[in-house]
């Protein structure tokens, strides 16, 4: 369909993650959060609110878990074990070996985006006439990282209001975005109002936990201005409560 082609697929990606960071002012009371393990991978989830997060972990977290064992799958593949040699060759950083892959596909397998229902195997996307999405890129990715040695998450976020979800990796390099669909490496797109993060490399640190910023909380001025006070108030500090009173008598 006209909507889903790769033009305006890589326009629209490519324009979040160029996109100015949001004005986001920490919100009084935290973000919910929320991890765990699922069917063996560990999860991190955020959002602005408690039912994005809901919705994100009951509704796909079983896909997660899907797309892992599809790249599990993918990196034992003989043709995805030689691509994957082919576009590194020569590389002698993990950086340069990540940077290597994202412009791969993304020059190579990008033209063929096609909104797809469900995930098109590694082996298969890279066939000539073969099309898929972001979820079937994002498999194809982690599966070339891995077959390099480079450890990787998957990172499925709420973009602020749209409807449908993206999903891309993050790479332990120490960690870089690798989002084919958009042509900047390591870039994220913004904002989000929600995310999950969902382990397919074990590894000894988590990815960066990031604030969602897809609703704005602004502190009124006369609070921002006194917060010091008040985050010692807050920590039951007597002395924190004087001052700030003190403060606002000023106004």
């Not at 393990?37 to 977290?61: V, W």
């Amino acid at each position: 369909m006209a909507e889903w082609s790769w033009a305006r697929s890589k326009e629209f990606i490519t324009k979040l993650q160029e996109a100015p960071e949001p004005p986001v002012v920490v919100p009084i009371v935290p973000y919910p959060e929320e991890e765990g393990i699922h069917e063996g991978s560990r999860y991190y989830s955020t959002a602005t609110s408690q039912g994005i997060i809901d919705t994100l972990l009951t509704n796909y977290l079983s896909f997660l878990n899907e797309s892992k064992q599809a790249i599990l799958l993918g990196r034992e593949n003989k043709e995805v074990k030689d691509l994957a040699l082919s576009i590194t060759g020569g590389k002698p950083t993990t950086y340069e070996r990540a940077k290597a892959i994202h412009e791969w596909v993304y020059k190579n397998i990008g033209p063929k985006y096609d909104k797809t229902e469900y995930i098109i195997p590694p082996w298969d996307l890279i066939k000539p006439t073969v099309k898929g999405d972001c979820k079937s890129f994002t498999i194809l990715v982690a599966s070339l990282l891995g077959i390099v040695d480079i450890p990787c998450w998957l990172k499925l976020v709420k973009i602020s209001s749209v409807p449908d979800l993206h999903i891309y990796d993050q790479a332990n390099l120490t960690w870089a975005i690798v989002d084919a669909v958009g042509s900047l490496f390591n870039r994220e797109v913004k904002p989000v109002s929600g995310y999950v993060l969902y382990e397919i490399d074990r590894t000894t640190i988590w990815p960066p936990r990031v604030l969602p910023s897809g609703s704005e909380v602004y502190i009124p001025d006369i609070i921002a201005r006194n917060w010091p006070y008040i985050a010692l108030a807050s920590a039951g500090a007597s002395l924190g409560i004087f001052f700030y009173l003190s403060s606002l008598k000023k106004e």
